[in-house]
């Protein structure tokens, strides 16, 4: 565990009870004397170094040693346009691309999605915060949500797209925006609509889960 988020974390003392208490206590096995960094999502930005003074079976007592800013992201941002799947399959691969740096997902109701899948970013925010304290990442993934494809292009005209093609992504190219389509991949009409986008393949014989594109994707441009 990198850091640990705390809504009190930047003041000189802190008070930890409930499950912040149980997970540093019990799960981690701290002491007195341990040093631990802490983030608070208001000035998230800013790493809190802090020593264990005082546990009692309910409450643990920090004192703080050093605060510092310190922004840890990844060097190229990336906004992955990806065509709504089934959520248990994005919430599976979240994490992952939390750590490879990825910047923003939109999600796009594309003409193959399933249109009554209702996304919850509330729940996506909370699988982000576990994310980045083992990870160390200091930035939210952003999100957003688009009702066709055709509105997603309009907003992020430079767009390059994954799909069939004879055109394969070697490493050292770069972009900012990336569509992914959905299980079934792009309708017809779709494709027709980017055939005027840059078009690119995997380097793959295998055809891949939507979501295991996406992760290919960004850890051979972020990575």
């Known amino acids: 565990m990198i ?16 499950e912040l ?3 540093i206590v019990k799960v981690r096995r701290h002491k007195v004397g341990d040093e631990i960094a ?6 998230i930005n800013s790493l809190h170094i802090y020593t264990i003074t005082e546990i009692s079976p309910k409450k643990a007592t920090f004192e703080l040693l050093e605060s510092k800013n310190l922004v840890v992201k990844a060097k190229t941002n990336l906004h992955v346009g990806w065509c709504v799947i089934d959520i ?4 599976k691969v979240l994490p992952t691309l939390n750590e490879l740096g990825v910047d923003k997902i939109s999600f796009i109701y594309c003409d193959r999605s399933q ?7 509330k729940r996506f925010e909370r699988i982000l915060e576990a994310s980045m304290q083992q990870c160390g990442r200091s930035e939210f993934m952003k999100f957003d949500t688009f009702k066709s494809i055709e509105d997603f292009i309009k907003l992020n005209p430079d767009t390059k797209v994954l799909d069939f093609c004879n055109n394969v992504l070697k490493s050292g190219d770069g972009f900012k925006t990336v569509l992914v389509g ?20 995997l380097d793959t014989p295998m055809v891949l889960r939507s979501e295991s594109a996406v992760v290919s994707i960004a850890s051979k441009i972020l990575v």
């Not at 802490?38 to 000035?43: A, M, S, V």
């Not at 248990?88 to 919430?91: A, C, L, Q």
């Not at 249109?115 to 970013?121: A, E, R, S």
């Not at 959905?182 to 393949?201: A, H, I, M, P, T």
């Open 3 to 18: 850091f640990l988020f705390c809504d009190e974390a930047g003041k000189d003392f802190l008070h930890v009870k409930g």
């Open 21 to 23: 208490h149980k997970y």
């Open 38 to 43: 802490f983030r608070n999502k208001e000035d």
């Open 88 to 91: 248990k399959s994005v919430e």
């Open 115 to 121: 249109k009554n899948i209702k996304l919850d970013f």
């Open 182 to 201: 959905c299980e079934g991949g792009f309708s017809q009409n779709e494709k027709e609509y980017l055939s005027k986008q840059d078009v690119f393949r």
